[in-house]
Every structure is written in structure tokens, then in C-alpha cells.
């Protein structure tokens, strides 16, 4: 039986204040523990639950079903019957509005277990200050109603959420096979508007090439959630994975976690995508010349790890005229993605004023001929 046949016991993560008993929430802000209820603070990595170093986890031995049972936890979570989105929730929580789309959803709660995260980024920044930002930017954009600006303002307030992400290293070595074209110039006659002249054509002469490249990848990142479109995660990169914490549960104080939906070996297959396309780049520029042509690339990969880990999220669903807009913030950065609303007033405001203005500008034209 593999360790994945025995689940470990289910951890309830609650973090009660020392002077009053109410709970410690985490104050990005002040990157610390903070009570609401009478404003006793603690530092993060005070009490016994503090974190150790980061650690890989061998990829071929987690495939395998080799892991030990001190690498997988089980959460309670609740799956979003629209989404489908998997979010943790505390036992006394029995109906909630998903994060993620805005739906309201009864809380089934069931088990979801899963590899534990090794690290995480904190958030930097309060709800507040998110908020601002994701009115600051719909504010940005040509077109958008304000109605859904007002809103959005005056809404309910925004949802901290951790997101899933693996990481992967990779040692690579990989030999290849192609060529090599190098251009040079021929002088020929040609007849040009009835007259002979010379030109110079460009050939290339090409000649085989083989060898080997090595490439060590460090924190491939891929997303491990569905809920949320690839094309607004992607784009709130970059991650200062650099400043990546040991993940230390007291760092979702107040905020909520969602469970990966993407296994470790459907997300290595897209790691694995990337770094191909990598490693075709530094063979073209291994083989050199003015032109490159690659016929085969045959890669071995040594050491193989990896991480999953949680990256920090502000995110607001909005239903606004029965449509649903969403928008995300990067926790650390402030970089804002989601939806583009259009409003169809201001559109056609905008086309009668250029038909206006088309019409005078033919006009004014007119007079002066």
C-alpha cells in the first residue's frame, strides 16, 4: 500500500489570541499576527509551529507513490458547482458565495487531499489597498461603465485567496542534430525597365552540425488552478520567488487557500513544454551561423524536483447587469487582470463624436478647395 493509501489526519488551523482568546488574522502590512478583537499582535515566527528551511521533493518518487506520509495532508474544502473551484472552508461555515465566480454555494464539505504546500509568498498589502488598485485601473479603461465602477467600489469586499502553483528543477543535458547556414552574396545581371544591371542575390550555404547543451532550470512555474482563466494568472507575473517563505500555516490567518485541481504529472507536462522550448533556443544558438536548422534534440533530464506551492491573490467576482466580471490582483505586486467591461452608451458616444469630427475635418477640407 502507498502512502497515499493512508490518509494523514485532517489539521484545523486556528491561531486564538493569547490575551483575549478571539483569533489572530495575518497583517500583510505589518507582516505579523494581529488580533481584531483587542489589538494583541504576535511576530509570525513566534510559537511551535515555526517553519524550517524550503525543500524540493523528488518528482520520480512522488509519480511513483513513494511519498511519505509526512509530505500529504487532507483539507476541508468546498467544490463551486459553476467553476468548480476548490476552496478551504472552517468547519462552521456552512453556506458561503464563491470567490471565484460570485456563486452562492451550500457548503458540502468534504476532504481533498493533496500534497502539502513547501512554500508560499505572503501578502504584502491589505484588501483595502487591493481595492484601490482594481478601481484605480477599471478607472484606466476606455469604455467601461460606470455603473460597474461604482460597484465594484461600494461591493463587498475583496477575497485574499492562495493559489496553487508547482514549481519544478530540472538538470538537463541534450544532445542535437541539424545545420548550420551561413548567407553569402552572388553578383548577377538582370534586366530592369529595359536595362541591364548587376545586383546581389544572398544564398545560404549550409553544412551539418551536432553537439550537446546543458541547462539547469530553477522554479519552472506552473499554475495549478482551473478557476480562474490561464491568460489573467499569466499575465500577473513575475513572482519574487526569491523572497518565498517556508510555508507556515499561520500566514492564512484570515485568508483562504484553494486546493490544486491540476496533478503533479499533468503539470510537469506543461513545465516540460516550456523547457523544451528553451533548450531548442540554446541549440539554435549553439549551432550558430546566420541561420539554423534543428533536425532532432534529444533530451535527458538527472535530478528532477519539485515544490507546490501558494501565491498570494486579491480577487473580486462582481455580478453587474447579470453578467459576471472578474478581476484579480497580485498580492505582492499590485498588477491588476480581469474582464474588460464595455459600456455600449459610451461606445456610441465615442462613434457619433468621430463621425462629427470626420464630418468637419471633410468640410473645413472643402472650403479651402
Not at 493512508?6 to 500583510?28: H, L
Not at 538582370?190 to 541547462?215: F, L
Request: proline share 5%; with cysteine; charged share 25%.
Amino acid at each position: 500500500m502507498s502512502s497515499f493509501d493512508t490518509p494523514a489526519p485532517a489539521d484545523e488551523y486556528r491561531f486564538p489570541c493569547d490575551n483575549c482568546g478571539s483569533d489572530f488574522r495575518y497583517d500583510p502590512e505589518h507582516d505579523q499576527l494581529t488580533c481584531d478583537h483587542c489589538g494583541n499582535t504576535q511576530n509570525i515566527n513566534a510559537g511551535p509551529w515555526r517553519g524550517g528551511t524550503l525543500r524540493e521533493l523528488d518528482f520520480r518518487a512522488a509519480v511513483a507513490g513513494e511519498m511519505p506520509d509526512t509530505e500529504i495532508e487532507e483539507t476541508r474544502v468546498v467544490s463551486c458547482p459553476n467553476c468548480g473551484a476548490q476552496t478551504e472552508f472552517d468547519q462552521s461555515v456552512h453556506s458561503a458565495e464563491c470567490p471565484f465566480c460570485a456563486t452562492p454555494v451550500v457548503t458540502d464539505t468534504g476532504l481533498h487531499r493533496h500534497i502539502k504546500p513547501k512554500g508560499l509568498l505572503p501578502f504584502s498589502f491589505d484588501e483595502r489597498t487591493a481595492r484601490d488598485k482594481m478601481t484605480d485601473w477599471l478607472g484606466s479603461l476606455w469604455f467601461a461603465p460606470n455603473g460597474l465602477q461604482d460597484y465594484a467600489r461600494n461591493g463587498r469586499s475583496m477575497s485574499g485567496i492562495y493559489v496553487p502553483y508547482w514549481t519544478f528543477d530540472a538538470d538537463t543535458n541534450s544532445s542535437y542534430t541539424g545545420s548550420r547556414g551561413t548567407h553569402y552574396y552572388e553578383t548577377k545581371t538582370v534586366m530592369r525597365d529595359g536595362k541591364r544591371k548587376q545586383v546581389r542575390v544572398r544564398k545560404t550555404r549550409w553544412r551539418a552540425a551536432s553537439g550537446r547543451v546543458a541547462r539547469f532550470f530553477d522554479d519552472v512555474l506552473v499554475l495549478g488552478s482551473k478557476s480562474l482563466p490561464k491568460k489573467y494568472t499569466d499575465a500577473l507575473e513575475p513572482w519574487d520567488l526569491s523572497e518565498m517563505e517556508p510555508y507556515q500555516p499561520q500566514y492564512l490567518a484570515g485568508f483562504r487557500a484553494e486546493g490544486y485541481q491540476i496533478e503533479l504529472e499533468d503539470a510537469f507536462v506543461e513545465a516540460r513544454a516550456y523547457m523544451d522550448r528553451v533548450i531548442h533556443r540554446d541549440v539554435k544558438f549553439d549551432i550558430g551561423g546566420d541561420e539554423q536548422r534543428v533536425k532532432s534534440v534529444d533530451t535527458q533530464i538527472g535530478t528532477l524536483t519539485f515544490k507546490h506551492v501558494l501565491l498570494p491573490v486579491w480577487m473580486a467576482a462582481y455580478k453587474y447587469r447579470g453578467k459576471t466580471y472578474r478581476f484579480v490582483v497580485n498580492g505582492r505586486t499590485g498588477r491588476v487582470q480581469g474582464e474588460r467591461p464595455y459600456s455600449a452608451i459610451k461606445i456610441a458616444i465615442a462613434v457619433i463624436l468621430g463621425l462629427i469630427a470626420a464630418a468637419a475635418v471633410g468640410f473645413v477640407l472643402a472650403q479651402t478647395q
